[in-house]
């Protein structure tokens, strides 16, 4: 089965419907002040009741008035056809075809607007005088609360407002007028059948004297060009008639008067619905004009007949065909009723005698058919087949389609009868489309060409169809434009306008109105002509890559320039809308800019006429490129922090890995937005004008999906050419998860759209090419902008409610100090909160500051060792720049309230700035163990300036000794011993424990220019601290003595620690610095640097040092802390400072010939007997020491081969060298060895001890002094 077409009414022109001649003209004009909204809507509430019975209509008592009378056939009806504009165009044919004929002008009037009644009849005799063919003139007073027997005139028709009125309010009223118009009609009827004459349409005046029919003017009457075969121009005389001559009037003459007359009767009868009558009129003056040869009202004659019979059949009731009309085959001698399939087959065959008449009329000047009634007498006929053709027969649908106009339902038709029907419609349509052209003006061949092109589309020919289209653009649409422009300065305007044709694109008062035959039937077609070539009319979201580009924008300029010369104001916004949605790269810079100027010019005048909804989408589908949010200055974004432990991404984490390839990209978190309710947003939108003008946006709000939300409505124009930002704010009514989809704009001249976001990447998705058969090609050619694969959207997420905090205050200076390096300074902030409801209940501060980047970086350089690396992180992570003083846990922000939060700086070396985060949140309910929490973060910064104060320009260690040397002082020389006893007492160190003792030499530079007090306290035991106190002026470099208590019980084999979080790995460098500051490769091997790191710490912690500075600060006194840290020791000084793990100690046991001149000094008699007493003390974190003790006596001050030849000066009493084992740790072993010295002189003891607790050959500990006898 073939594929039907779609079904369709019986043709979308009304006058090219079979039953069109019997429909009344009725024309619709607004009266006072009415507006084109209000003015429509009366016209649709009367084109809804057109067809009105004549069963239902009153007929006029008068009996002169009865020859129309409903009575005659009660189930007859009247059609009206409505129109708002006057078709003076056919005028000439209104006494051959009478329907072409205005017998009834209504004027519509809003009673709401009407001040005084009694005005509107000058309106009455306005309507009068302009319209004098017209029968009847009445005024239509709509929403009128007044009963018709309280207005001031019959010529005035009262219909209540809607809400009081009920179904056939409305037609009740046609009702009435129709039974005045048949009133009317015979009146009309003896004008006629009194004339002398009733002309042709294209009868000359040399022919025959001018007689008047009626007292009715008809409108000026347009001649057909000459030169046209079989149809020649006509003339029309100075009372616009034409007409035959009175004088010479032949028996043939009188009976072709007669017939006329009898035919324009049968018109009559025809329009006033008694169909059986006009049947039998058109047989009689059928016959008369058959007799005596007047072809063309003969062929009229019989059109009428067929008309009436497809009329009746529609109403159901039976008739006979006449005689006259019935093949020659058939028998005439009986009458039969009507059978549908003998009319069926009998309407063609008329129509073909029909047509056959009009080819004989030709051969008579002035009584030749006009070439547009030709033509449309073939069309009449097509759609009457088409009808036939798509109900499957001459069902009952098929006729009521062909009277009135009704849609055929689809049916399912076998393919041999459809196709057989089809192919003899398509006969009829050739038939049409023949008719020569050359001498018909171009608005009757417009109407011919869309006509056929109409009948074709029925019946499913679409490439017929546009080839038909195709000839209407190439030939006719240019000699419209020719014919509007000449025609446009002398344009028929409405009678109660007082606007000049030339100011009708400012025209703002008149209610424009199109005719409704001519021009509404070419604009039809323009849409079908769109359609043909591939350019999609109702689909805004698809373009059809069917066709040829060029051929598209020739076809939209094409009807821009149509809508223009009529002008039709809508049709113009349309169709310039399509070609730059579908052509716009096709055109110059020139021809945007104009047709924008045409079309905003259109619109205005359109929007002052009242016409609504007649915008269209605008064109660029990629209007909105991007919607990004805008970081608010006013407040901050909130993050959604875990409160448990979760490891982080980051390098610096806590985590143990440098890099995880699970854990989550950053930008894939800055991706994440969080919006808090009822908080304005701030979006940027990049927008897209690709075009060479301006676009003005007059309304423009962002859209969405899920929670509601509030979006501003701006205004904004973008200039040409150009990727313009826009910034609109939202501001979220709910919680939730909200996605930003796209924005609703409205553009000038354009319809109220929503656009998607469409990245620059986007572009149309070419289509799959497949070979495709017949229209399926076209169909399969479009393709969806923009590409759902290129739409994206913005996804955020609503919280709840939370606060706002600002910075109200600061007791910083333009948040600006000054600090000496290692001086600490408190300054408060003062909170405020902004919210008025929520109060801030849990805050929390971050640091950082401007040494963090510098000393990350040094962090990150592979030559740096380990103890300097801890150096770098201690700087880093422990010595922070900033510090809070204030308990967090107890500062809660109210709503509108304030709190205040104490902070502490500290000077440190190489800070310009430091920043301040201040992150908080609101807990809902306190009693709920929270996961995570939303938290904001308030950032401040600060301006620190850092000035040196004092440096440590470096240091030594030197030993309490005996040999000491000398010191010099202002008073001259003392000895050595007097000045070290004297120094032990100020600093309060026993001489006896000297020994645990050293002393170091600090050297310090004040860097400020002022002096500085300088106090560096040294802990020498657990109560006793020892303090150097000394005043440094600008710029000098002072050198301290201060005791430093040796250090002991140190485990050196620990790792230097680090203080970053743990890593993957760690590295294991050699390279360190050496105590001068150099670098040296190799020096220290991993031991030494741990053992320098670990004494240098301890000794770290006994020193403490202070400075200050009363002198140059004016609002107090300025304070701060040496910065120790910059000691370096060397492994050297490290031997002075440390507590050997075993120390040998030689001492005399007391006796009579003995006496102390010194701790390690001993003077004595010779040839005594004397006890040498060492001493052995364990200090090794070893639970005990076992190994050799040596002693070796020499003499002093000689050299090496002389003092130790001792054989003969001194006797021992045992041995020099004996094992000592088990010595616990912190325990001291005591050896006792009896001597006796033979010669006078001095001597040197010196004691050493080799361990061997781990093996033989271990360490050897030596006493650090010597033991010195002086015998007499």
Avoid at 264 to 274: D, E, K, Q, S, V
Avoid at 682 to 707: C, H, R, W, Y
Avoid at 1170 to 1180: D, F, G, N, P
């Amino acid at each position: 089965m073939p594929p039907q077409p779609q079904s369709v009414v019986s043709t979308p022109l009304d006058s090219l419907s079979y039953a069109a001649p019997s429909r009344i003209r009725a024309f619709l004009c607004p009266v006072g002040l009415v507006s084109r909204p209000r003015f429509l809507d009366f016209v649709s509430r009367l084109q809804d009741t057109a067809i009105i019975r004549l069963g239902d209509v009153t007929p006029d008592p008068r009996p002169e008035r009865v020859m129309f009378s409903p009575q005659g056939f009660p189930d007859g009806f009247v059609v009206y056809n409505f129109v708002t504009s006057i078709d003076s165009h056919h005028a000439f044919l209104e006494d051959l075809e009478l329907y072409r004929r205005t017998l009834a002008v209504f004027g519509l009037a809003d009673y709401n607007n009407v001040n005084d009644l009694t005005d509107l009849r000058i309106v009455i005799g306005a309507l009068q005088a302009q319209h004098p063919q017209a029968l009847i003139h009445k005024v239509i007073l709509f929403d009128c609360p007044l009963e018709q027997n309280e207005l001031p005139s019959v010529d005035f028709i009262c219909v209540p407002p809607k809400r009081a009125s009920r179904i056939t309010t409305v037609r009740t009223t046609l009702c009435d007028l129709t039974s005045a118009l048949l009133a009317e009609l015979p009146l009309l009827a003896k004008a006629f059948q009194a004339a002398d004459t009733i002309a042709s349409p294209l009868a000359r005046d040399d022919d025959y004297d001018s007689v008047m029919l009626t007292s009715s003017a008809v409108a000026q009457s347009r001649p057909s060009p000459a030169g046209s075969t079989g149809s020649l121009p006509s003339t029309i005389n100075k009372d616009n008639r034409l007409s035959y001559p009175l004088s010479h009037h032949t028996e043939r003459q009188r009976m072709r008067r007669k017939g006329r007359s009898m035919k324009m009767i049968a018109n009559m009868y025809l329009l006033a619905g008694r169909t059986f009558d006009a049947l039998k009129e058109y047989n009689d003056a059928l016959n008369v004009l058959k007799g005596v040869g007047d072809h063309l009202w003969h062929a009229s004659s019989l059109e009428g007949i067929g008309i009436c019979m497809v009329i009746l059949a529609h109403i159901g009731v039976s008739f006979v065909i006449p005689n006259s009309v019935l093949p020659p085959v058939s028998p005439s001698s009986e009458k039969k009723e009507l059978e549908q399939p003998q009319l069926l087959d009998l309407l063609p065959q008329m129509t073909s005698n029909i047509l056959s008449l009009y080819n004989r009329s030709q051969n008579f000047p002035g009584e030749s058919v006009p070439q547009i009634t030709y033509a449309e007498t073939i069309l009449r006929t097509t759609n009457l087949l088409a009808c036939t053709t798509l109900a499957g027969g001459w069902t009952s649908a098929a006729r009521t389609a062909a009277v009135l106009s009704r849609p055929i339902p689809e049916i399912s038709i076998p393919y041999s009868q459809f196709h057989h029907a089809k192919m003899d419609v398509m006969n009829w349509i050739s038939a049409a489309q023949a008719v020569r052209l050359d001498g018909v003006d171009a608005v009757d061949a417009a109407r011919i060409l869309t006509g056929v092109a109409a009948a074709c589309g029925k019946l499913g020919y679409s490439r017929k169809r546009g080839f038909v289209l195709r000839q209407l653009v190439l030939e006719l649409i240019p000699r419209i434009f020719q014919a509007r422009q000449v025609a446009q300065n002398r344009k028929s305007r409405l009678p109660w306008s007082d606007v000049d044709d030339d100011e009708y694109w400012e025209d703002s008062r008149d209610v424009y109105v199109q005719p409704q035959d001519l021009d509404s039937s070419v604009l039809a077609v323009l849409s079908d002509i769109c359609t043909v070539y591939g350019i999609p009319v109702d689909s805004t979201g698809e373009v059809s890559t069917f066709g040829w580009q060029g051929v598209k924008t020739s076809i939209l300029k094409t009807c821009i320039g149509l809508c223009q010369v009529m002008p039709d104001f809508v049709g113009i916004v349309r169709y310039t809308s399509m070609l730059f949605r579908f052509s716009a790269e096709d055109l110059t810079v020139d021809e945007q800019l104009t047709l924008m100027r045409n079309f905003g010019n259109a619109y205005t005048a359109a929007r002052s006429m009242g016409v609504q909804d007649f915008e269209q989408e605008y064109w660029d589908a990629y209007l909105v490129r991007d919607i990004a949010v805008v970081e608010s200055s006013l407040w901050a974004v909130p993050t959604l922090v875990p409160l448990d432990a979760a490891p982080s991404n980051r390098i610096d984490s806590s985590g143990p890995f440098i890099y995880s390839p699970f854990a989550k990209k950053g930008d894939e978190e800055d991706k994440k937005h969080l919006f808090v309710l009822d908080e304005p947003v701030e979006f940027k939108v990049i927008l897209q004008n690709p075009f060479a003008f301006e676009l003005d946006i007059l309304t423009m709000s962002l859209v969405g999906t899920g929670t509601s939300f509030s979006s501003d409505v701006i205004s904004l124009v973008v200039p040409p050419r150009k990727l313009y930002p826009a910034s609109i704010y939202l501001t979220p009514t709910s919680t939730g998860v909200l996605n930003i989809t796209g924005c609703r704009f409205q553009v000038l001249g354009c319809k109220e759209t929503i656009f998607s976001i469409t990245p620059a990447q986007a572009a149309v998705t070419p289509p799959v090419r497949i070979k495709n058969f017949g229209l399926d090609a076209r169909n399969s050619s479009m393709v969806k902008i923009p590409s759902p694969a290129f739409v994206k959207h913005v996804s955020v997420e609503v919280v709840p409610a939370l606060p706002v905090l600002r910075v109200n205050r600061i007791s910083l200076p333009q948040s600006s100090l000054m600090l000496l390096e290692g001086e600490r300074r408190r300054f408060v902030i003062a909170l405020g909160n902004v919210s008025e409801t929520v109060p801030a209940t849990s805050v929390s501060l971050k640091f950082s500051d401007s040494t963090t980047k510098s000393l990350s970086a040094a962090l990150q350089e592979d030559s740096r060792g380990e103890s300097d690396r801890y150096e770098i992180e201690m700087f880093l992570h422990k010595r922070a720049a900033l510090r809070c003083v204030t308990d967090l846990n107890g500062v809660k922000v109210p709503a509108n309230g304030e709190a205040e939060i104490e902070l502490e700086v500290l000077g440190k070396r190489g800070l310009t700035s430091a920043c301040i985060e201040i992150s908080y949140s609101h807990v809902f309910d306190s009693n709920v163990v929270l996961k995570e929490m939303y938290v904001r973060t308030l950032t401040l910064d600060i301006n620190v300036t850092v000035n040196a104060s004092i440096e440590v320009a470096g240091c030594d260690f030197v030993p309490f000794s005996y040999d000491m040397p000398m010191i010099r002082t202002g008073d001259g020389k003392a000895t050595t011993t007097d000045i070290l006893l004297k120094f032990l007492d100020q600093v309060g160190i026993p001489f006896e424990e000297m020994d645990n003792y050293c002393l170091m030499l600090l050297d310090l530079r004040n860097s400020w220019p002022s002096q500085l007090a300088v106090e560096l306290d040294s802990r020498t035991t657990a109560n006793d601290i020892h303090t150097v106190k000394k005043v440094i002026q600008p710029g000098h470099l002072t050198r301290l003595l201060v005791p430093i208590r040796r250090i002991s019980d140190i485990d050196t084999s620990l790792p230097i620690p680090s203080l970053a979080p743990p890593k993957q790995f760690t590295r294991s460098d050699v390279k360190s610095m050496s105590g001068d500051g150099s670098r040296k490769s190799g020096l220290w091997s991993p031991e030494v640097e741990r053992t320098v790191f670990w004494y240098r710490e301890e000794l770290l912690k006994v020193l403490d040092g202070r400075w200050t500075d009363n002198i140059s600060e004016t609002d107090g006194l300025r304070r701060g802390a040496v910065e120790l840290r910059a000691l370096r020791i060397s492994p050297q000084m490290v031997e002075i400072i440390r507590v050997d793990d075993v120390v040998v100690n030689l001492s005399l046991a007391p006796s009579e010939y003995n006496r102390r001149s010194g701790k390690y000094h001993w003077i004595v008699e010779a040839d005594s007997f004397l006890t040498l007493v060492t001493s052995v003390t364990s200090h090794s974190t070893a639970d005990s020491v076992s190994g050799i003790l040596r002693i070796q006596p020499t003499l002093r001050n000689l050299p090496d081969s002389i003092a130790l030849d001792i054989n003969r000066r001194i006797l021992f009493n045992g041995i020099l060298q004996m094992p000592v084992v088990d010595i616990k740790s912190g325990d001291t072993r005591r050896v006792e060895t009896d001597f006796v010295v033979l010669v006078r002189g001095e001597y040197e003891f010196l004691a050493s001890f080799e361990e061997t607790t781990a093996g033989f050959g271990g360490k050897r500990y030596i006493g650090r002094e010597k033991f010195v006898i002086s015998v007499n």
